[in-house]
């Protein structure tokens, strides 16, 4: 054999002896030995031998380091910091995020407390309920509720208010006092329109009723707050607290309600709506001076406003006349009756009276 055929076979002997090392390593390292990227680190590994003909030695490449995984819940944590910075500008200190609840495709409740209470006791539950709304910018406030605490039957979430204001609702909280501030929308701390107190029950859930005068709000500031927070006989922020949504009047003409009809129509006589199974259920409304029509079920029983379900919002109203709401409800029993709210920039006209139940 001639020299360079035997120069030939030796480099075509290591070539195939170093494929089967290379081979061999790719098949034996991972979980998943027919990657893509395996089968390119053998090729690579096999182009490093036949360059060095004298010391062929397998190069291999370092497998890739797993990408960093995002926060198990992005969206969770910021609508729980959202929510934390609300009670904060409201005046709890170190409110801490206890519990998240998805409400709706775009919704949410978050659970908060104060870290501590008077002398550095810890609070282990639950003592406002904030909802929340999920723009594209994220997530804002929407509303918040001392449950079983401060329930607010006057005004409603996004009635247009003026001074003097009425309130009513359910509270208990020391001595029985709660304060009630009206706030108005800017950049940072909110500014206070007004503040006063009124007197709901020092023990258990009483009744409060009363008005709350407030100044006028800065041209061009449509919406603010009025928020209840009860009285701790203590310097220590506050505990919990009900804040309610609310635009202000800016104009004379106060929406009117011309009628109201629904499908399935109610009975006659006793202007009840019975539903059975699964379907649609439509209010429409006529009315004057309207920018929006609200549509609530309010449960049956007493203090049933603060609880009310929010069954739709029509805000392209035909003609600026002719309002509709459709509501898909499920097989499941209720009863309650509808609270339609009608808001324009002079006002809000309300509208009660028809009676739902679901057998």
């Not at 801490?96 to 908060?112: L, N, R, S």
């Not at 509709?324 to 009608?342: M, P, T």
Request: charge should be negative.
């Amino acid at each position: 054999m001639r020299p360079t055929q035997i120069r030939l076979a030796a480099v075509a002997g290591v070539l195939a002896v170093a494929i089967g090392v290379a081979t061999a390593f790719v098949v034996g390292h991972g979980p998943n030995p027919v990657q893509p990227a395996a089968v390119a680190d053998t090729t690579t590994t096999t182009e490093a031998v036949v360059t060095d003909g004298n010391h062929p030695t397998p190069a291999t490449t370092p497998a890739p380091k797993p990408k960093p995984k995002p926060p198990t819940d992005r969206d969770q944590q910021a609508a729980k910091a959202a929510a934390v910075a609300f009670l904060r500008e409201l005046g709890m200190r170190d409110p801490v995020a206890a519990t998240y609840k998805k409400t709706g495709a775009a919704t949410a409740e978050v659970g908060i407390h104060p870290r501590a209470g008077e002398g550095g006791v810890r609070f282990d539950r639950v003592t406002t309920l904030v909802q929340l709304h999920r723009y594209s910018y994220g997530w804002v406030a929407t509303g918040a509720r001392a449950d079983n605490v401060i329930e607010v039957d006057e005004p409603l979430a996004f009635q247009r208010i003026e001074s003097p204001l009425t309130v009513s609702g359910l509270s208990v909280a020391y001595e029985g006092t709660v304060h009630v501030t009206v706030t108005e929308d800017r950049r940072g701390a909110d500014r206070v329109l007004g503040k006063g107190v009124v007197q709901g029950g020092g023990t258990e859930l009483a009744p409060f009723q009363g008005e709350i005068a407030f100044s006028d709000h800065t041209v061009g500031v449509t919406a603010g707050w009025v928020v209840f927070s009860g009285d701790t006989g203590a310097d220590t922020g506050i505990v919990s607290a009900t804040a309610v949504r609310v635009r202000f009047v800016d104009s004379d003409h106060t929406p009117q309600i011309l009628g109201v009809t629904t499908v399935p129509a109610p009975s006659a006589s006793a202007q009840l709506v019975t539903l059975t199974g699964r379907g649609t259920f439509t209010v429409r409304v006529r009315a004057f001076g309207a920018d929006e029509v609200r549509v609530l079920l309010v449960p049956g029983g007493t203090g049933g406003r603060p609880h009310a379900k929010l069954l739709g919002v029509d805000t392209t109203g035909e003609d600026g006349e002719r309002w509709s709401v459709s509501w898909r409800y499920l097989d499941e029993a209720f009863h309650g009756h509808l609270l339609i709210q009608v808001n324009g920039r002079g006002g809000t006209a309300e509208h009660e009276g028809i009676a739902v139940l679901h057998t």
